[in-house]
């Protein structure tokens, strides 16, 4: 991690130790309390008392557990970040992911709301146009008209994090190392935010997308009935492949590698193509099964045949552009939010430091410009 900017002397450091930090950074170690007060040489109902600020931290305590989970010591001293309370987060698949996943996840969002701030502070982005078809009649209906608001009309939709991105959408890698993990989103201060797991297939990482938006438009009062996952799935598959343009292009199946091919046109992965075509009346539930079982036994289901490239954020990318050509560099965007530097680039989809021209000049905040 890069250096902040001052370094509070010796004598100060327990006394401007922040506790809430210490928590967020086990979290994303994903150690048990238990792991850390070990490591520490303490005991869990201290580590507890460190941890919620019952308890003043030694100066050789802290240094220690900066160490050990691989931050340094300022991180652990600078002000508190703001949380994300664990039910306001949709995770696509709570049920497979073990506690230590889920916080590790939603402590990133902490990071990501310190950097969103530092970027509201200096560049003027898309706003969220507020949008609430809770109402309306049914996902697929509601996708059809978000579609017609954004002016995509029935064309496929070539970057789905660039369109998410210039309607006012935050959207953020997670490069969690978790199979379970595979996305979730949240509201904060009205604006929506989107998480994605970078370890997952391209073409999963675009379903994941469309689905988070359905959570967006459709769940904005609440995801307490079961069907809210269903409905973000049907949402999320009407989004991406819309009935009119499947039929067209698809108007019968002939063979799995034709669909391989034509998969590509919506960036979507061939099983959901297939689960698609059979809810469009396109395949019998026979044929379907068949598809299905040919697919687990091609090994389809693991390794995505013409598979694409994994989506990569634009604003991002344009922001880091743009700091380059000020000769600033992650870890002096790192420094200024006080977050890690490797927490930043995980964040931004390791977009790194650009090379080239950058066509964001000005005077005042910059406007950057996401143009789908």
Known sequence: MAAMKTSPSKSRVSEMFTPQRLLLARRRKKMTAKALAEALGISTAQLSKLETGKATMDEAILREAASILDVAVEFLCAPELEQ??????????????????????????????ALSDWVDARYNLPVWEPLDFAEFDGPAAAARELRARWGVGEKPIK????????????????????????????WRNSRPYVFLNTIKSGEHTVFDAAHELGHLVLHRHGTAHKGVEHEANMFASEFLMPARDVRA????????????????RWNVSLAALVYRLRHLGKLTE??????????????YRKSEPNAIAPPKSTLWRKVLMDQWQQKRTLSHIASEVRIPERELSALVFRAGEPNGACDLRGSGRPSLRVVF
């Open 84 to 113: 994300i309370p664990a039910e306001a987060a949709t995770f696509r698949s709570l049920a497979r992911m073990t506690a230590a996943s889920r916080d590790s996840a939603t402590a990133a969002a902490s990071y990501a709301f």
């Open 159 to 186: 970057d789905i994090i660039m369109l998410l991105e210039s309607k006012g959408v935050r959207v953020f890698s997670l490069a969690e190392q978790d199979l379970a993990v595979d996305a979730y989103s949240c």
């Open 249 to 264: 292009e698809i108007p019968r199946v002939v063979t799995m590698e034709e669909l391989i091919k034509k998969k590509r």
């Open 286 to 299: 026979a044929r379907y099964r068949g598809m299905y079982i040919d697919m687990g036994q091609k090994g």
